[in-house]
C-alpha cells in the first residue's frame, strides 16, 4: 500500500518553544492530509484538514494560532506547534489521502507518529 | 455530529475463545474502517468496508458491515496472544478526517 512518513518520529522540546512535524507521502500525491491527536490510553481526535494550496481547517476547540499547517505540495504537510506547553504533549499522527501512485480514493493512509514531549 | 461508539472498550479473553467488538455510528456514511494500534505505534488497518453487506476476512479477524443498522462487528475466531492489541473502528463522511470510537482495548491470556 500506499506509504507515509513522519519526522521526527519522536521530541523533546522546552516549554515555549515550537516544533515542526513533517508529513510526507512518499509514493502518491495527497491531495488531502489530516492531523490526529492522540493522548495516553485515549482515542484519536481529529485536529485538522489540509487540502493542498488551501488553508487548513481545523476542528472545533483547536487554536490555529497555536497549531500552524502548512500544505505547500503535493506530498508534504507540515504542522508548527508553537508556544509549546507541557499539555501539547502528545502523540501526533498525520494521514493522507489521494488517487495517484499507490494510493486507493476510500484509504487513510497513516504515518508512523511523532511523540511529542513538553518540559 | 457524528458520533462512533465502540464496546466492550477493554475485553480480556483466553486464547482459543471466540469473540466480538462492536461498532455503532449515527451517520449514513457507508465507509467503516478497522485499524489495530499496538502500543507505541501508529495505527495499522485491517478492514475497510465501503458497502452494505460487506464482509471481510483476514486469519482470526472478520469484519462485517450492516449500514441500516449503523452497525459494524469485528470477530475474533480462536483468539491467540498476538492478537492483544487495542481495535478501532472508524467512520468516514468523506469531507472530513475519520471520527474513531474509543478503542477496544484487546488481552488475550494463554
Known amino acids: 500500500g500506499a506509504v507515509v512518513s513522519q519526522h521526527p518520529s519522536w521530541v523533546i522540546c522546552k516549554s515555549g518553544t515550537s516544533v515542526k512535524i513533517e508529513c510526507r507521502s512518499l509514493d502518491f500525491q495527497a491531495t488531502t492530509m489530516f492531523w490526529y491527536r492522540q493522548f495516553p490510553k485515549q482515542s484519536l481526535m481529529l485536529m485538522a484538514t489540509?487540502?493542498?494550496?488551501?488553508?487548513?481547517?481545523?476542528e472545533q476547540g483547536v487554536e490555529k494560532d497555536k497549531f500552524l499547517i502548512n500544505h505547500a505540495s503535493l506530498t508534504l504537510s507540515t504542522l508548527t506547534v508553537t508556544s509549546a506547553h507541557p499539555e501539547d504533549s502528545s502523540f501526533y499522527i498525520c494521514?493522507?489521502?489521494?488517487?495517484?501512485?499507490?494510493?486507493?480514493?476510500?484509504?487513510?493512509?497513516f504515518g508512523p507518529g511523532t511523540r511529542l514531549t513538553v518540559t | 455530529e457524528l458520533k462512533v461508539e465502540q464496546n466492550p472498550l477493554f475485553l480480556s479473553m483466553q486464547e482459543g475463545k471466540n469473540y466480538t467488538i462492536y461498532c455503532n455510528y449515527s451517520?449514513?456514511?457507508?465507509?467503516l474502517y478497522w485499524y489495530r494500534q499496538d502500543p507505541g505505534k501508529s495505527l495499522e488497518s485491517l478492514f475497510v468496508?465501503?458497502?452494505?453487506?460487506a464482509v471481510k476476512q483476514e486469519g482470526r479477524l472478520m469484519a462485517s458491515l450492516d449500514t441500516k443498522a449503523r452497525l459494524s462487528t469485528l470477530h475474533i475466531t480462536a483468539a491467540v496472544h498476538d492478537l492483544s492489541a487495542t481495535y478501532f473502528c472508524?467512520?468516514?463522511?468523506?469531507?472530513?478526517?475519520?471520527?474513531f470510537g474509543k478503542g477496544t482495548h484487546l488481552i488475550i491470556q494463554p
Open positions: 472508524a467512520v468516514d463522511d468523506f469531507a472530513d478526517g475519520l471520527t
Open positions: 451517520t449514513t456514511s457507508d465507509r
Open positions: 468496508l465501503l458497502s452494505n453487506g
Open positions: 494521514s493522507a489521502r489521494g488517487t495517484s501512485g499507490r494510493a486507493l480514493f476510500y484509504e487513510q493512509y
Open positions: 489540509s487540502n493542498e494550496g488551501s488553508k487548513a481547517t481545523y
